[in-house]
C-alpha cells in the first residue's frame, strides 16, 4: 500500500509560477530521466506536478535544463476530451524536491548574477509539500 516514486533527472520544459482559481501556487514541468541499464540510451519524460510551497521553491531556484530530485506519489488521471474519448494522464504530485546534478544551465545562471556566495544563499534544498492537497483542481 506504499506509492513513493524517487526521480533525479533535468527539467526538460520551461516552468511557470501559476495559481488555481482558490490562490492555490501549483507548477508543472516535464523531467527528463535517463533509462537505467538499456543497450541504447533511452530517456523518458515524466510529468511532474508541484503545490504550494515547493511550487514557489521550484520556480524560484529551478529553470530549463537545472538538475533537479524529486519524491512524490504517483497518480493518473482520467478525464474525456472534446471528441468524448477516455483519456488518461500520468504524473508525478511531488512532496519533496532537492538540487539535482549541475548542468550548463546551472553553471550559466550561477555566471549571469552569481558567484559563489549567491550560490550558497539558495534555499533550503528540501521543501515538503502540503499533506492536505493532493486533489486537481481540474
Known sequence: KMNKVFLSGYIASEIELKTTPNSVPVTSFSLAVKRPHTKEETTDFISVICWRNTAEFVCRNFRKGSGI?????????????????????????????DFGKRSKVDAEAEGEGGNKENKDKRESPLVDADDDDYGLPF
Open 69 to 97: 530530485e524529486v519524491s512524490g506519489m504517483l497518480t493518473v488521471r482520467k478525464w474525456q476530451d472534446k471528441n468524448d474519448n477516455t483519456r488518461y494522464s500520468t504524473e508525478v504530485v511531488v512532496d519533496e524536491v
